[in-house]
């Protein structure tokens, strides 16, 4: 009984942080109908410099918050630089061009830290475990749930709430009709794209705790993010939880019982959904 | 070009690819014979991506596939290379089909990604089965042996380099035919507009799946030749950095012009020699380039080279 | 005569939206019957539901006898349905020849082969430019369809779906975007058509002249279902008709 207290809060803290990673690459999908590849290296990216701001101020819960931002203006810079010059183009365009971008990306992180993991330690009132449900169980994986749960819903509410939200969805669902009603839509984008790559950067800051800052974590998240996407449909934030739970439990149940061939069971499970449900599972039929 | 001014260019082209061993050292013999290597493989993955309109993010899986392939029948068995060649390119079509007929039944983005995620599982795979890929060290010390069984020795350079520039040329010859076919023809359709293409008769995915086991088996065939030729296969063979680097070439190069993508990857692979020599950054150029080339040059080097013609062309002729 | 195409309580259902409901509907061989409707009523999405494009939620096609139901589009084709879409779909980097060659080579088989296959490419080509003759389009077969102007390429979508020789043919919105002039063209190819070859024709139409210029019967669709089905005399006097659609008399 214990151990399935102990995997179901397992299950949960994986996704919880894989919804922090898919939710951003959905949203950005959704509304500028752009796939981000590079999506992973600003998760990653939200790692190392959390690593570099804790070793600089011995803070965390500041780096949680400031990290986040950084990485977020430096999304939304990079989409106005360059993402911005090819929307019209077909779709294989912006794949490669956020291709490019992660490869760049990667590089520097490599060439700046070096080859070598960044292993980091959570803050000190995250250590440890406490008891919860008859089991001890890690606090920080605790903290990763709770993060989950509160930014779902903030992006909730932001989206149905607010009117940013609603100008965001407008521009999601029709963007020439947004624009002729006075929406900035360049600027929806810009900002849109910039909070996504916020979103992945929060979910390397929560990780790095737990992963440590690797080369390499950014795409090996990705394909799981995709892995999610897949399962839950682009362009669906309820999709990314439904996604999330599922790719979430398997991995961890799979993780348990199969180890080495955890990944084989995801890869199975993502194939034979798109043999059934080409669109994902709350995907848009073609 | 007319058809007979294109035969003289092409047979000289073919003259100087034979006599280029007797004008160049050793060592540019073996640098072009890389770039011949990793032609190849662009080459292939024009066929995919050019051609049919699908982007793949894992085709250096099946370079890899080819790579190891060729690799464990040389070690184990000492076959002759073009047994070995042949092991190879067959092991990365096998392969192909099962991720091939997943991974086809999705579109766009979601095929891309199901790519990148099969290509991950097997360098994981190649990574973790020491017994059989010797992990993260690879294979080494593989063989380059002969041509055929108590054949003439491919171990020189020489040697070595008309084999690739054979099995460049034929390749190319062999996929222009396919271009050009029937099958080709459809293939062009499906990327133009695959809706319709079901709409008029035919299900796209049975021909996307063909041709991606067709574009396999090339890139495994550019894999086979490359272990050999550097004396081992590692799990970097199958990294998605050098899926990657193919989509640079093929882009770099000239997409859906078969020619292009040689062109691009040998481009590249300069560049980056280039580059390396100067700087511990030069990836970061590379990637650069490649980003400003998807901005402002889509069409690739040959692809500019194409419209300059026809415009010249057209200048010719008084038009606009 | 047996129809040549029967739906049977076709419906289809996205979610809480009913696209199409219970739409029951028996088109002679040898027809041109005209769907019309207001917009959102269902006729594309009904045009889907014939072609394979989309499945049902419930109900049966019948096409020359059989159950189609259950297969996807390309088999649709190959039993001889051929459509045009409401906005226009081609092949944009093809030539106009091209393009209706392939649509010939598509139904025809030949496929596969992977290597020469001159003389398929040749006959289907020589196919091809018949077709184009037929409609006008000879002097353009070498222009690249996405240059031609929109009345143009939506002739030359016209032509791949007539180049299959369907016994079927779906027009969807045949006017929609076109000048007057180009408007009494494709009239006057359609009628042209009809004349020249045994084809059955459902029009999907908004412009009411060209409806009643056209065509042998009328069904009306509202909010997915049949309303009317009848001559175009009928349906000019019927009242839930006038109602639903025409606002008031026609």
């Known amino acids: ?286 | ?320 | 005569m047996a129809p040549i195409l029967e739906t049977r309580g076709l419906s289809r259902s996205f979610g809480a939206l009913q696209a199409v409901a219970g739409v029951s509907l028996a088109i002679e061989p040898g027809e041109l019957r005209a769907i019309i409707g207001p917009n959102g009523a269902g006729k594309t999405s009904l045009f889907h539901l014939l072609s394979g494009v989309l499945r049902p939620t419930s109900g049966q096609v019948w096409f020359r006898g059989e159950d189609i139901s259950a297969l996807a589009a390309p088999a649709r084709c190959r039993r001889g349905i051929s459509r045009t879409f409401q906005i226009t779909s081609i092949f944009p980097e093809f030539t106009v020849l091209e393009n209706v060659r392939m649509a010939i080579q598509l139904k025809a088989g030949g496929n596969f082969r992977l290597l020469g296959g001159r003389s398929l490419l040749s006959s289907t080509e020589g196919q091809a430019r018949t077709s184009l003759e037929f409609l006008g389009l000879a002097d353009r077969a070498d222009a690249l369809a996405s240059t031609l102007p929109h009345g143009d390429q939506r002739l030359v979508e016209l032509a791949m779906a007539l180049a299959q020789q369907p016994q079927l043919l779906l027009v969807d919105e045949p006017t929609q975007g076109l000048s007057p002039e180009d408007t009494q063209a494709a009239v006057a190819v359609i009628r042209q058509i009809t004349k020249e070859r045994a084809l059955t024709i459902l029009l999907v139409e908004h412009d009411m002249d060209v409806v009643f210029d056209l065509a042998d019967r009328i069904s009306v669709l509202h909010l997915g279902q049949l309303i009317a089905d009848g001559r175009p005399s009928e349906i000019r006097a019927n009242p839930d008709v006038q109602k639903a659609y025409l606002g008031g008399a026609v």
């Open chain 1, 1 to 286: 009984m214990s151990i399935l207290i102990e995997q179901l809060l397992n299950a949960a803290a994986l996704s919880a942080l894989l919804f922090l990673v898919s939710v951003g690459l959905s949203l950005v999908f959704g509304i500028l109908r752009v796939v981000n590849f590079a999506h992973g290296v600003f998760y990653m990216l939200g790692a190392y410099f959390s690593f570099t701001a804790v070793a600089l101020s011995g803070r965390f819960w500041l780096s949680l918050v400031a990290v986040p931002v950084v990485v977020g203006l430096f999304g939304a810079l990079l989409e106005s630089s360059t993402l911005r010059f090819i929307y019209r183009r077909p779709p294989i365009y912006q794949l490669l061009l956020t291709f490019g971008i992660a490869l760049i990306l990667e590089e520097g992180v490599r060439l700046v830290y070096g080859p070598t993991a960044k292993p980091m330690d959570p803050p000190a009132a995250l250590q440890g475990a406490i008891s919860v449900a008859g089991i001890t169980y890690p606090r920080y994986r605790l903290f990763l749930i709770g993060l989950g749960i509160v930014v779902a819903l903030g992006i909730w509410l932001l989206l149905k709430r607010t009117r940013a939200g609603l100008v965001i969805r407008a521009v999601a669902q029709n963007s020439e009709m947004a624009d002729c009603l006075g929406a900035d839509v360049q600027r929806v984008r810009t900002l849109v794209f910039g909070f996504a790559c916020a979103l992945a950067g929060l979910g390397g800051v929560a990780a790095a705790p737990m992963t440590s800052a690797y080369l390499g974590m950014g795409i090996s998240v990705i394909v799981d993010a995709f892995v999610v996407v897949v399962v839950g449909g682009l362009g669906s934030i309820g999709g990314s939880m439904a996604g999330s739970l599922i790719v979430g439990a398997a991995q961890t149940w799979g993780g348990f019982y199969f180890s080495e061939t955890a990944m084989v069971i995801m890869y199975a499970v993502m194939g034979a959904i798109l043999i059934f449900r080409p669109q994902g599972l709350f995907g848009e039929e073609e």
């Open chain 2, 1 to 320: 070009m007319t058809g007979a001014r294109r035969s003289v260019a092409l047979a000289t082209l073919l003259l100087v690819v034979a006599a280029l061993p007797w004008v160049l050292a050793r060592y540019q013999l073996s640098i072009l014979t890389e770039l011949f290597i990793f032609g190849l493989l662009a080459l292939s993955l024009d066929l995919i991506m050019g051609y049919t309109g699908m982007v793949s993010f894992g085709h250096a899986a099946y370079f890899g596939l080819g790579a190891y392939g060729s690799a464990l029948l040389l070690i184990n068995f000492a076959v002759p290379v073009p047994v070995a060649l042949l092991g190879g390119a067959l092991l990365a079509g096998v392969v192909a089909v099962p991720v091939g007929y997943i991974s086809t039944r999705a579109t766009g983005i979601y095929f891309a990604m199901l790519t990148l995620a099969f290509a991950q599982l097997l360098y994981t795979i190649a990574f973790k089965w020491r017994d059989l890929t010797g992990g993260s060290d690879g294979i080494a010390g593989v063989p380059k042996t002969s041509l055929w069984w108590n054949g003439p020795s491919l171990a020189s350079p020489t040697a070595y380099y008309y084999l690739v520039a054979v099995c460049l040329v034929l390749a190319l010859g062999l996929c222009r035919g396919l271009v050009r076919s029937p099958f080709g023809r459809a293939l062009q359709a499906i990327r133009e507009n695959e809706r319709k293409f079901a709409v008029l008769g035919q299900d796209p995915r049975r021909f996307k799946l063909a041709v991606f086991v067709i574009a396999a088996v090339f890139a495994g065939l550019a894999g086979a030749l490359f272990a050999p030729f550097r004396g081992f296969a590692s799990p970097e063979v199958m990294f998605w950095v050098l899926s990657g680097q193919a989509l640079m070439m093929v882009i770099v190069g000239g997409i859906g012009t078969l020619v292009g993508p040689i062109v691009g990857a040998m481009a590249f692979l300069l560049i980056q020699e280039v580059l390396s020599s100067y700087t511990e950054a030069w990836m970061i150029f590379t990637g650069a380039i490649f980003v400003l080339m998807v901005i402002f040059l889509p069409g690739g080097l040959v692809g500019a080279f194409l419209t300059w013609m026809e415009g010249r062309k057209s200048l010719a002729r008084g038009g606009a």
